[in-house]
């Protein structure tokens, strides 16, 4: 069965700490996505990534960063996590083109204290 | 997603069929997409539509879309309570591999 797997189910961070959310995807999918969920916003695009070691910026980059150094994993990092950063994170990958629309992670669900 | 417009909730009885609406801007979009979110869990492919097609069924599902209004659908026949969940509509917007997804519809099923 294939998979995104997200390290963390919960986390609970406090203001100012250095955060990084892990997925990995074994579909050996080019592209990967960070999304972030909030009630009544939906899914909006912080990072996505269309290969190794390239990334480019979504709706919502500020204050976040993502590293991909390998195809099948693409973490993203808060540099100094603030309380508004407290939301869940959906992590996604697609193989090429859209037929079959993205694979989801179960989300990680983050709170900044 | 901007791009992409639901409305927030739905409330329907066991055994009913439920309709979900969504408007989308891009008229060059490919495909069109619904999701099913359960609570907790991240998003599944529930069925997606080819954008020269105008309806397509999968079971208990029917996804309608008027391309002149760009209006999509999806109809829910025989609602179970299984079916509660939130039922996001995504569009592929201009490259080949980026969705634009709406704020999700919350529908709640009730006895």
């Known amino acids: 069965d294939v998979k995104v797997t997200q390290s963390s189910r919960y986390l609970v961070k406090r203001t100012g700490e250095k955060v990084f959310l892990e997925c990995v995807q074994d579909?050996?999918?080019?592209?990967m996505f960070w999304y972030r969920q909030d009630p009544g916003l939906g899914l909006r695009l912080i990072y996505f990534s269309y290969d190794v070691k390239m990334k480019e910026k979504g709706d919502i980059p500020e204050g976040y960063s993502v590293s991909r150094e390998k195809k099948e994993r693409f973490s993203l990092i808060l540099e100094s996590a603030s309380t508004n950063q407290t939301s869940m994170y959906l992590c996604a990958s697609s193989g090429g083109g859209t037929l079959y629309g993205y694979t989801f992670g179960s989300g990680t669900r983050l709170t900044v204290v | 997603g901007e791009d992409v417009e639901q409305s927030l909730f739905l409330s329907v009885r066991e055994g009913d069929s439920s309709v979900i609406n969504c408007t989308y801007t891009d008229s060059s979009s490919t495909y069109l997409y619904w999701y099913k979110q359960e609570p907790g869990a991240g998003l599944q492919l529930l069925t997606y539509i080819f954008s020269n097609m105008d309806m397509k069924q999968d079971q208990r599902l029917t996804v309608l879309l008027n391309k002149k209004d760009k209006h999509l659908s999806l109809r829910i026949a025989d609602t179970q309570t299984g079916d509660s969940a939130i039922y996001f509509c995504?569009?592929?917007?201009?490259?080949?591999?980026?969705?634009?997804f709406g704020a999700g519809t919350t529908v709640t099923v009730r006895a």
């Open positions: 579909m050996d999918h080019e592209n």
């Open positions: 995504a569009e592929s917007i201009r490259s080949d591999y980026k969705l634009s």
